[in-house]
């Protein structure tokens, strides 16, 4: 039986004049995805996108995993599609609900006619393909009020569409409308929800990774790249840039004192995340950072780090408890990778008494001890880039 699904659009609908845009921006991020699967018609009529496999042998629970990671949809459904007569459709839907129906006690049918010509009137569809399913499953039973499961019998130009039930999309809106943004990742469990949260929003996604070898190692790096990879589903594809940090890390602990090491390497992390921003045309920065979490992330501290660069820097988890936190990184399935153990720049050189309040002219006067130009340059020049598709 020929399996499609059909998609209802989220936030999309809001956009006025703007829709097009993002509809079509929708249309060519499930095409890029779904084409790692196999070959798909996807066609938007009246509010729907419906994605129709060409291929005999696709999975459609693949698929449906794909389409539930793809922003800006609200909520989809899997259907199965048949011709349009009535018995066609009967035989059809009794055959496709089974499984369905086999948890349910009651349900209702719906049915919609957007093909007019359709001889059978909405109600006259449902009165017969109830009656039908009634029969043909008689443990379960007809309640229009309050069903386990509710059919859908759609009509339309190409054929008749029978369906189960939505399933949640992933909401927000289509990757690639809000723009670029570049997220600074770390190998632990915030930077990775902060990127979903804003790819959720219509960023794009460039990524930049801090490391500093022989202080950190190769698996660590690995980490990030896996963590990427599960962002990835949602956002699609990502630039890394990995950036070489040693020379830094060091300078700033030869040079400067102790208790600013962490700040004044952060607003490195900044400067060079910027300058590695503008290059690829992204408009802001994103970190993980959660007012309180750390020293490095107080109030003062946030201010002594934003003032290092002159974009906007999004913050996604600035209010959320760790707890929050771990639940989103759960449920996209980043949390088994960031436990992993491996160890971060910023965790090596941490000074005993981190500045919890520190001043912004102190951490400059300190980090004005070393070239930083000359820093941040050769940082930038050194970068490697990955591409995570
Ligand atoms: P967790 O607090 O769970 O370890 P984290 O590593 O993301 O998560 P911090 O170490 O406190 O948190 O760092 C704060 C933010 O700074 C991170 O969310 C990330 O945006 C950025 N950051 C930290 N280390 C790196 C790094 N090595 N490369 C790029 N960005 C980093
Ligand atoms: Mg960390």
Redesign the pocket.
């Known amino acids: 039986m020929k399996e499609i699904i059909l998609i209802k659009l989220g936030e999309i609908v809001l956009k006025g004049l703007n829709r097009r845009n993002f509809e079509d921006s929708l249309v060519k991020n499930l095409k890029r995805r779904l084409a790692k699967i196999g070959n798909f018609q996807v066609k938007i009529s009246q509010s729907t996108i419906s994605v129709d496999p060409m291929d005999e042998d696709i999975d459609m629970d693949e698929v449906a995993d794909c389409v539930s990671r793809v922003f800006g949809i609200a909520a989809f459904a899997r259907a199965c599609v048949t011709e349009k007569d009535l018995d066609k459709i009967k035989e059809a839907a009794g055959e496709y609900l089974a499984e369905a129906f086999e948890d349910a006690r009651t349900f209702k049918v719906e049915a919609k006619r957007s093909d007019k010509k359709f001889p059978y009137k909405s109600p006259e569809i449902c009165m017969e393909v109830g009656g039908y399913l009634a029969e043909k499953f008689p443990d379960v039973s007809v309640d229009v009020h309050n069903p386990d499961v509710t059919v859908t019998v759609e009509i339309r130009d190409f054929g008749a569409y029978i369906r189960a039930g939505l399933i949640r999309g992933a909401g927000g809106i289509p990757v690639g409308t809000g723009g670029k943004a570049c997220?600074?990742?770390?190998?632990?469990?915030?930077?990775?929800v902060?990127s979903y949260m804003m790819a959720k929003r219509g960023l794009e996604l460039t990524?930049?990774?801090?490391?500093?070898p022989p202080y950190?190692s190769e698996r660590a790096e690995e980490k990030?790249v896996e963590l990427l990879h599960r962002v990835a589903k949602y956002s699609g594809r990502i630039k890394m840039y990995t950036?070489p940090?040693t020379e830094i890390q060091e300078q700033i602990r030869e040079k400067c004192k102790e208790d600013y090491f962490t700040i004044i390497m952060?607003r490195f992390?900044m400067q060079i995340?910027e300058r590695v921003a503008r290059k690829n045309d992204c408009h802001a920065l994103?970190?993980?950072?959660?007012l309180g979490?750390?020293a490095?992330?107080t109030l003062m501290a946030i201010g002594c780090t934003d003032s290092a660069c002159n974009m906007p820097v999004f913050r996604p988890?600035i209010g959320m408890d760790?707890e929050e936190?771990i639940s989103v990184s759960r449920k996209i399935d980043t949390f088994d990778v960031?436990i992993q153990p491996y160890e971060?720049?910023?965790?090596v050189f941490t000074p005993k008494h981190p500045k919890t309040k520190p001043v912004l002219e102190e951490v400059i006067r300190e980090q004005d001890k070393l070239d930083c130009e000359g820093l941040v340059e050769r940082a930038a020049e050194g970068v490697k880039l990955t591409i995570i598709e």
């Open positions: 997220v600074l990742i770390s190998g632990g469990i915030d930077s990775p902060a990524a930049v990774h801090f490391a500093s950190t990030v950036v940090f952060r992390m995340a994103i970190t993980g950072e959660s979490q750390v490095s992330q988890l760790k936190i960031s971060d720049c910023c965790t």
